[in-house]
């Protein structure tokens, strides 16, 4: 059976009308999310408070998912992510200088609800500290907040510029 090379080509052609028409790509990006993540965080520096300072020694866990889906030619990013972060540092507690470790939570954060970040911040060691203490370091150390938000944003950003 002989085939028409004409036929082909048309054929060809009709195939790569479509699959354009329909180009639907979709591609992991959680190494290079989880990498520039835990690498931001870590850049943070130290967050002075009223009675003392602490900085991120550790992102203990970093789970979700990051993507780049391209329709069409219009690329689109998301994510959804979960995160621990190992704190440290020092606070006056009385009259003396302690050292402080703590875990700061992030539950659920997803592209374009930065603004709703919630965060839960844990004393590691609180058996040394009385209530009043352990409250006044718990509200010292959720002043991360904002600065935790600009790092993501700035994930954000480059993420989308992928």
Request: aromatic fraction near 8%; hydrophobic fraction near 40%; include cysteine.
């Amino acid at each position: 059976m002989l085939v028409d090379s004409n036929y082909v080509a048309y054929e060809m052609m009709i195939f790569m009308v479509l699959l354009q028409a329909g180009t639907w790509e979709e591609k992991n990006l959680n190494k290079w999310a989880n990498d520039r993540i835990k690498e931001l965080l870590i850049s943070m520096g130290s967050l002075e408070c009223s009675g003392g300072r602490a900085e991120v020694a550790e992102v203990t866990r970093c789970s979700g998912d990051a993507f780049l889906v391209t329709v069409r030619n219009k690329k689109r990013v998301g994510y959804t992510y979960e995160l621990t972060i190992k704190v440290k540092g020092e606070w006056l507690v009385g009259d003396e200088k302690k050292v402080i470790k703590g875990h700061i939570d992030i539950p659920e954060f997803s592209f374009g609800e930065l603004d709703d970040l919630q965060i839960e911040v844990s004393l590691s060691e609180d058996k040394d500290f009385g209530q009043e203490d352990k409250h006044r370091i718990k509200q010292d150390m959720k002043q991360f907040l904002q600065p935790l938000r600009e790092k993501l944003l700035q994930f954000e950003q480059e993420l989308k510029e992928l």
